[in-house]
């Protein structure tokens, strides 16, 4: 099991940045999938972002462009950056942490991002 720590939200204007983290505990940090979910109100937990072990990354249609996830093995640490915030991001947002080959993962407890007009 992965202990995860997300931080990094808050409130920005339409067009801003902020840079999300999460850091792991409790599990081989290097050999898990990373990711990044949203919830929205009323709205189901959709993927944002995912981070391979080897580095290979895949983004929602939504966010392609604007988002970069990263990871630093070394610290144990994912990150989401978020350029060009719209409001439509406004939303909690979740890290994730899957073994590979497995379909067990963890999530953190979610930091809220809320993007203004």
């Known amino acids: 099991q992965v202990q995860l720590v997300e931080s990094g939200g808050g409130l920005v204007q339409a067009g801003g940045s902020l840079r999300l983290s999460c850091a792991a505990s409790g599990s081989i940090f290097r050999l898990n999938v990373m990711g990044w979910y949203r919830q929205a109100p009323g709205k189901q937990r959709e993927l944002v972002a995912v981070i391979t072990p080897g580095g290979d990354t895949n983004y929602a249609s939504a966010v392609k462009g604007r988002f970069t996830i990263s990871r630093d093995n070394a610290k144990n640490t994912v990150y989401l950056q978020m350029n060009s915030l719209k409001p439509e991001d406004t939303a909690v947002y979740y890290c994730?942490?899957?073994?590979?080959?497995?379909?067990?993962?963890?999530w953190g407890q979610g930091t809220q991002v809320t993007v203004s007009s």
């Open positions: 994730n942490a899957r073994p590979t080959g497995s379909l067990l993962a963890s």
